[in-house]
């Protein structure tokens, strides 16, 4: 007697994500780290300087943590009201910062009481930062204007009044200690030289201008507003090089790799894209529970700190080589009683007798079923929500299955309301994937004409069949316009190739026929 073969299940390729040298450099981080703070994160800034360390605005404090602690090494919270924007000096000893009040401080990392504080701006200051030659600071603010400011005198050196509207974002030149850069929500981008009075070049975003960011080079810049980043070549007089709009929702904060050749930006939209530099194309994507107001990466991208709007500060860790090794060992399959006893390397002689162990073959509950010939039983073990919902392919592969034995009909017939329901959520599903088709729509056309009799005694199932019909009505008429457009491209293409004559020797082009026969072939008038 011929054993019992299981039902065969069909591979269907599956239409995951490109593994790229970028997916699994960017997927090579531990889980996060969570620290919740007390109001949401809306700056983090590293340290130049080993060993790394890195700043976190949220509400009213700045906490300074460590590259791996959790609990930060040092706190400022001389702030009378929200603080924004701490960022370091290039050489990691100062901190500067805005407040609501509309009072810049100036901290030295290794005190607690502020050492300056500058006065002059009439509202909120939202952005602080240092000139490369360390003694001088840039601060933009709510009262439309942007300010440079002396430390070692705490006095204001120069005010620019050209935006219209709030300066939420700003960025100096580390190479030219005289150029700064600020964005408005005026939606333009303005270039200051210290050295003038007004702005030296305006570039317009046209959205409000959230996040400005500067290449090592400092011949492209970036900058982030609404949906959309743009980058402007500075080199050709401000021209836009290139208009990125691969977020949702607006985007907050902009980084650049270590290596300068990946761009990041995050969004409240709750992702952060990676693009190339060189074509700007997104590379990978991180996912995070809440809309993101902040984003650094740490030198060399050891680690990915993400503030947001819940108050959660996200870090991600590299994984060190050695425990990459150790997941991978992990995944392996431990070795067989054979290894441990014949050792690893170990080859059966000539002279032996190898005795195969036969394989037990288990039966999954629907082959079960089938081997007893419980066509229905089999069926509705196929039609498990579990089943149905994650491994539709299960379920299709016993249809088919049923339809060659000829038991379709037999497993189709004889449900109740609930029985009924089921298969039709099934058949809606799932009737429209290229995949399943071809099985699933016979299989509709047994179970209407099965029930037809039945259409009008239950409100369920007559608005399941509805749903049914007008769902293929819908794909008949997607069916009829890709024909269309189908016809038309193979019109357009038609028409765009060159036509070629093909030559053919001693044939006439008026009429296709020799010229021997072209005299032959004409009617001879004669003369009567």
């Not at 009201?81 to 810049?104: M, N």
């Not at 952060?272 to 991208?301: C, E, G, Q, R």
């Not at 017939?413 to 799932?430: H, K, P, T, V």
Request: glycine share 6%; with cysteine; hydrophobic share 35%.
């Amino acid at each position: 007697m011929a054993s019992f073969k299981p039902t065969k299940i069909q591979v269907y390729p599956k239409l995951g994500e490109k593994v790229t040298q970028d997916t699994l450099y960017w997927k090579n981080y531990k889980a996060p780290v969570q620290i919740k703070e007390f109001g949401a994160v809306t700056n983090i800034d590293f340290s130049p300087v080993a060993p790394h360390n890195f700043a976190v605005t949220a509400f009213t404090r700045i906490h300074i943590y460590g590259p791996f602690s959790q609990e930060p090494v040092k706190t400022f919270t001389r702030f009378k009201d929200t603080a924004y924007c701490g960022r370091f000096r290039s050489d990691g000893q100062l901190l500067v910062a805005g407040c609501e009040d509309s009072v810049v401080r100036l901290f030295d990392v290794s005190g607690k009481v502020a050492l300056r504080m500058f006065k002059g701006h009439t509202k909120a200051v939202h952005v602080t930062d240092f000139t490369s030659d360390r003694y001088q600071i840039l601060t933009g603010a709510d009262d439309y204007t942007c300010r440079l400011w002396d430390i070692p005198n705490a006095t204001e050196l120069n005010t620019y009044k050209e935006h219209t509207d709030y300066i939420r974002c700003g960025v100096t030149s580390k190479l030219n200690r005289d150029l700064f850069f600020t964005g408005s929500y005026d939606h333009t981008v303005k270039v200051f030289d210290a050295r003038t009075d007004k702005s030296v070049m305006t570039m317009d975003h046209g959205q409000p201008v959230e996040s400005l960011l500067l290449y090592p080079s400092e011949g492209l810049l970036v900058s982030a507003g609404g949906r959309y980043v743009k980058v402007w070549d500075l080199l050709k007089g401000g021209q836009p090089l290139v208009s990125l709009k691969n977020h949702h929702k607006t985007v907050t904060c902009l980084c650049l790799s270590s290596n300068g050749q990946r761009l990041l930006s995050a969004s409240l939209d709750r992702h952060v894209k990676v693009y190339n530099t060189t074509n700007y194309k997104v590379v990978h994507n991180f996912d995070y529970a809440a809309s993101i107001l902040s984003l650094a990466l740490a030198p060399d991208d050891e680690s990915i700190v993400v503030g947001m709007t819940n108050s959660i500060l996200s870090i991600k860790h590299r994984k060190s080589p050695e425990e990459s090794k150790e997941i991978s060992s992990k995944q392996r399959r431990r070795p067989t009683y054979r290894v441990f006893v014949k050792g690893k390397n170990y080859f059966p002689k000539q002279d032996d007798y190898l005795v195969s162990k036969p394989v037990k073959e288990y039966l999954a509950k629907y082959d079960k079923e089938l081997k007893k010939f419980n066509v229905s039983k089999a069926l509705d073990t196929a039609l498990q929500t579990w089943i149905r919902v994650r491994k539709p392919e299960v379920t299709v592969a016993v249809i088919k299955e049923l339809d060659r034995r000829g038991t379709l009909k037999n497993a189709l017939a004889g449900r109740d309301e609930q029985g009924l329901s089921r298969l039709l959520n099934f058949f809606i599903s799932n009737v429209v994937d290229t995949r399943f088709a071809p099985v699933l729509v016979p299989a509709a056309e047994t179970l209407v004409d099965i029930y037809r009799s039945v259409i009008g005694q239950s409100p369920v199932v007559d608005r399941q069949l509805l749903r049914l019909q007008e769902l293929l009505e819908k794909e008949i008429d997607y069916q009829q316009e890709l024909l269309e457009v189908l016809g038309m491209l193979d019109t357009m293409f038609a028409s765009s190739l060159p036509r070629k004559e093909v030559p053919c020797t001693g044939i006439s082009r008026a009429n296709g026929l020799a010229q021997g026969d072209a005299s032959t072939s004409r009617p001879q008038l004669q003369a009567t």
